[in-house]
Each structure stands twice: as C-alpha cells, then as structure tokens.
C-alpha cells in the first residue's frame, strides 16, 4: 500500500521559514496532481497548493508570493517551501497525491508560527 511521509513541520517565528516534504514509498505513475492542504484548528481542511504532473502550480491567495510547491521525481518527493510565514499560516499540513480512481494522503505535519 502506498504510504505519504510528511516531514518538516515545527515551531517557527513570524517571518521565519519552513520546508515541508512528502516522500511517497513508492512511484505512483498514477497520480497526476500534487498538493498540500492545511486544517488550522475549528477550520475546515483548504488547499493551499498543487502542482501537476507537466509541473503546473497553482497556489491559494493566502500564500502566493510566500510559497512555493515543487517536485522531484527521482526522489518520488513533493516539496512546499515556506516563506514569510505569518500566525495565521498555523495548521496542521498534510501532503495529497490524486489521479482517476486513487486518492492518497499523508498523515499530516504541524506548523507552529508564533513568538
């Protein structure tokens, strides 16, 4: 079965920075979109970034100009690097691997911003 390892969560300052990743156990040739998701507590799961498999990205407002989603292939890993990190960015970030007929998540990471 194919398992999503996130990594890279943690406490930040504000302004501070954070890569995520997401390590896929295996390839998953299937997938076709690429995307990370956040759930900030008392809130509902929201996008917040995607890449397609022709390397399309695509972003929420809340963090265009501040993040940055990218891929590699060889490493089967999908990154979010984020800057500028603000208190409202908080949540708890999960990795989402979708193509037809598959749905994959990860188990989720914690972002922490906060003096």
């Known amino acids: 079965q194919v398992q999503l390892v996130e990594s890279g969560g943690g406490l930040v300052q504000p302004g501070g920075s954070l890569r995520l990743s997401c390590a896929a156990s295996?390839?998953?040739?299937?997938?076709?979109?690429w995307s990370w998701y956040r759930q900030a507590p008392g809130k509902q799961r929201a996008l917040v970034a995607g890449?397609?498999?022709?390397?399309?990205?695509d972003y929420a407002d809340s963090v265009k100009d501040r993040f940055t989603i990218s891929r590699d292939n060889a490493k089967n890993t999908v990154y979010l690097q984020m800057n500028s990190l603000k208190p409202q960015d908080t949540a708890v970030y999960y990795c989402?691997?979708?193509?037809?007929?598959?749905?994959?998540w990860g188990q989720g990471t914690q972002v922490t911003v906060s003096s």
């Open positions: 295996e390839t998953i040739s299937s997938v076709i979109l």
């Open positions: 890449i397609t498999s022709s390397g399309t990205t």
């Open positions: 989402n691997g979708w193509g037809p007929g598959n749905n994959y």
